[in-house]
C-alpha cells in the first residue's frame, strides 16, 4: 500500500511527464507535509527544482504541470505556491477511506521498503561482571527502537549484542576471587560482589605491585584454555547474562545473537598477519597499525588505528576488523550500524576506512551515536551524590517507584496487580521516551518531574491518550468494535485522520534518518490531535446520532491503533487503563 506522500509524488511524476518533462534532468523528490495546513496537507518542490535546472520561470514549470495534472479522486485542491512550489490538500472522503485501509494491516501499509535488504546492528554491549549503568542506558534504547522500525519496514536485521566479555580484566577479577570472595555474598548478588572484589584489587594493587603480574598470568591461562580459568569465566558470564535479560525483559529488548569480544579471539592473531602481508597495516616501533589519508575521511590523515601493540597484544580495533569480517561472512549484510557514545566517532572512522581496506566495501557502514545523559542541573549523570554509581536497574526502579505514587494517586480504584503493571509501564516509558524524543546528538536530561507530567511531550500523555481512546469504548459498551463509515465532518475529525493517515511515512522517515525522535514528534501530536477531538467532537452524548457516533468512534479505534504501533516501536507499552 503507497503512502499519501507516495501517491502524491506518483501523480506529480505523471504531471510532469505529461508537461513534457519526462527526460528531466533532475529526480524527483518525495511530497511532504505542509508545516502550515493554511497551505494545503502536502507540497512538492520539483518544479521549483525543475524550473532552476532548466533556467526557467519554475513557477510556469508548476502550473503546467498543475494544468496536466491527471484526474484522480486522492486531490481536492491544489495550487502553485510561492516561486514555484505545488500545494495539495486531500479530498476528504479519500483521506477517510486512506484510513480505513491503513487500520486494516498490521503494519498500517507502511511501504516495505526493506523487502530484500539486510542489516546487522550492534548495540548495548555491556561488560561482563559489571552492572549496567545510565551510560548503556541510551545505546539500548536508541539502538532497540533503530532495529524494530527497520523490521517494520521489512528489512531482515541481526541484532548482536557485542558484550565486553574478554581481556586482562578477567585476570585481575581471577586474582581477586580466590583471595576475597564472599560465596554469601555472591549467591545473594553475585554482580555485586564481582564489582567488589574487582574493586578491591584495583586498590590492593597500588599498593602491591605482584597483583598485576599475578592478573596478567591468569589472563594468559585463560587465553591458552586453562580448565579452571574457563570455568570461572563462564560463570562469570552466566550470572551477568542473568541480570543483563532481566534488564532487557523490563525494556522490551531482544536479541538474535550475543557475540562478545571472546567470539572472535582465536582468529585475532591470523587477522594482524594478513594486515600486514597485505599491507594494510605496518609496523611502528614494534607496533602493528594502518595509517589513513585525509580522502578516506575528515581527521583520519593523523589518526592511525593501533591493531597490535608492541607486546602482541590485540586491541578493541582489532576485535572490530574481526567482527566485521566474520560479519560479511556469515550474513553479508547490505547495512552495518554501530550504536554508540559521541567519544567514539573517531574510532569507528577508523574502523570504517579500515574495513573497505579489507575489501569489505559494499556494505553501508553506520554509526549512530549519541550524546551524554546529565541531571537536571546540568552534570553529567554517572554517579548520586553519595559517590555510587547511577546503575540501569536502580533507575528503572526509581521510575517505577515514582510512577507507582502518581498511580495510586489517581487511580487508587484499581486492582493493586494492574496498578504495579502500569508503574511499570509508565515508569520504564517514560525513561524511555524521555531519550528518545530528543535529537540522538544530544545530551538528554533527567529531570523526573517533567519526564512523569501528564502534559506535554512525555511518555505519559501518550500512554494516557491511548488509555483514552480504549476508555471511550468502555463507556460505549464496546468489546469488539467493528470500524466502518468514516465521515470527516469536522475539521477537528479531519486533522486527527491526516496525523493517523501520515504515521506509516513517518516511521520510514524515521528509519531511514537513524532518529526516533521524529516518531515521538509525530506520537505527540497524534495524542494532541485526539485530546482536541476528545474536547471539541462528542461521541456518547445523547444528542449524536447513531451514523456520527460510529464515525467518531472509528477515528478513536483509528488513533488508538496508529498510537500503539509507533508507541510499540520505540518500546513503550500500550496501556488500555490509567
Not at 484526474?71 to 495550487?79: Q, S, T, W
Not at 529531570?447 to 506535554?456: A, F, Y
Amino acid at each position: 500500500m503507497s503512502t499519501l506522500a507516495q501517491q502524491l509524488t506518483d501523480l506529480v511524476q505523471r504531471a510532469a511527464n505529461s508537461a513534457g518533462h519526462a527526460d528531466a534532468p533532475i529526480p524527483i523528490e518525495p511530497c511532504v507535509a505542509t508545516n502550515d495546513p493554511r497551505h494545503g496537507d502536502y507540497q512538492s518542490n520539483y518544479a521549483f527544482r525543475l524550473g532552476k535546472a532548466l533556467r526557467t520561470n519554475p513557477r510556469a514549470v508548476a502550473q503546467a504541470m498543475v494544468d496536466a495534472l491527471p484526474a484522480n479522486d486522492l486531490v481536492a485542491g491544489v495550487e502553485v505556491a510561492g516561486p514555484g512550489f505545488i500545494n495539495f490538500r486531500l479530498a476528504d472522503e479519500a483521506l477517510a477511506a486512506d484510513v480505513l485501509e491503513r487500520i486494516a494491516s498490521p503494519t498500517l501499509g507502511a511501504p516495505q521498503t526493506g523487502s530484500g535488504r539486510s542489516m546487522v546492528i550492534d548495540y548495548s554491549s555491556p561488560n561482563i561482571a559489571k552492572r549496567m549503568h545510565v551510560g548503556h542506558l541510551r545505546s539500548t534504547i536508541i539502538g532497540a527502537a533503530i532495529d524494530r522500525m527497520h523490521r517494520f519496514l521489512g528489512w531482515s536485521v541481526v541484532a548482536d549484542n557485542h558484550i565486553g566479555d574478554w581481556g586482562t580484566q578477567f585476570g585481575m577479577l581471577i586474582v581477586a576471587w580466590h583471595r576475597w570472595r564472599d560465596e554469601d555474598a555472591f549467591a545473594e548478588d553475585a554482580i555485586a560482589e564481582l564489582q567488589r572484589i574487582y574493586r578491591l584489587f584495583r586498590e590492593k594493587a597500588k599498593e602491591d605491585e605482584s597483583l598485576e603480574d599475578l592478573a596478567r598470568a591468569e589472563t594468559a591461562k585463560l587465553q591458552a584454555g586453562d580448565a579452571e580459568n574457563l570455568a570461572l569465566w563462564e560463570r562469570f558470564i552466566a550470572v551477568s547474562m542473568t541480570e543483563f535479560e532481566a534488564v532487557y525483559t523490563r525494556l522490551g529488548v531482544s536479541f538474535d545473537v550475543v557475540h562478545g569480544e571472546s567470539h572472535y579471539r582465536d582468529g585475532l592473531q591470523e587477522l594482524i598477519t594478513k594486515l600486514l602481508d597485505d599491507g594494510i597495516a605496518s609496523i611502528n616501533d614494534g607496533a602493528a597499525i594502518i595509517e589513513f589519508t585525509s580522502d578516506e575521511g575528515k581527521g583520519l590523515g593523523n589518526s592511525p588505528l593501533l591493531v597490535r601493540k608492541s607486546d602482541g597484544a590485540a586491541l578493541y580495533g582489532t576485535t572490530d576488523l574481526a567482527t566485521i569480517k566474520a560479519r560479511m561472512e556469515t550474513w553479508n549484510p547490505e547495512t552495518i550500524v554501530y550504536v554508540t557514545d559521541q567519544r567514539q566517532q573517531l574510532h569507528f572512522q577508523q574502523v570504517f576506512a579500515a574495513g573497505r581496506r579489507m575489501g569489505f566495501t559494499t556494505p553501508e557502514y553506520v554509526h549512530v551515536w549519541f550524546g551524554m545523559v546529565r541531571n537536571a542541573d546540568g552534570s553529567i549523570m554517572a554517579s548520586r551524590k553519595d559517590g555510587s554509581s547511577v546503575t540501569l536497574v536502580g533507575l528503572l526502579d526509581e521510575a517505577r517507584d515514582k510512577a507507582r505514587s502518581v498511580v495510586d494517586k489517581k487511580s487508587p480504584e484499581l486492582p493493586e496487580a494492574e496498578r504495579a503493571i502500569i508503574a511499570e509501564a509508565v515508569g520504564v516509558g517514560s525513561i524511555a521516551y524521555n531519550d528518545l524524543s530528543q535529537n540522538p546528538q544530544s545530551d538528554v536530561t533527567f529531570d523526573w518531574e517533567r519526564m512523569l507530567s501528564l502534559e506535554g511531550n512525555t511518555a505519559p500523555y501518550l500512554l494516557y491518550a491511548h488509555a483514552r481512546c480504549h476508555s471511550l469504548f468502555r463507556k460505549a459498551g464496546v468489546t469488539d468494535f467493528e470500524p466502518g463509515g468514516l465521515v470527516l465532518g469536522h475539521p477537528t475529525e479531519r486533522t486527527l485522520a491526516l496525523i493517523v493517515a501520515r504515521t506509516p511515512e513517518v516511521i520510514a522517515q524515521s528509519a531511514a534518518t537513524w532518529r526516533a525522535n521524529m516518531l515521538c514528534d509525530h506520537l505527540y501530536s497524534l495524542a494532541s490531535a485526539f485530546a482536541s477531538f476528545y474536547t471539541e467532537c462528542p461521541v456518547l452524548k445523547d444528542d449524536v446520532d447513531e451514523a456520527t457516533r460510529q464515525s467518531r468512534l472509528t477515528l478513536t479505534h483509528a488513533t488508538a491503533v496508529a498510537l500503539a504501533t509507533g508507541l510499540r516501536l520505540i518500546g513503550l507499552e500500550p496501556l488500555e487503563r490509567m
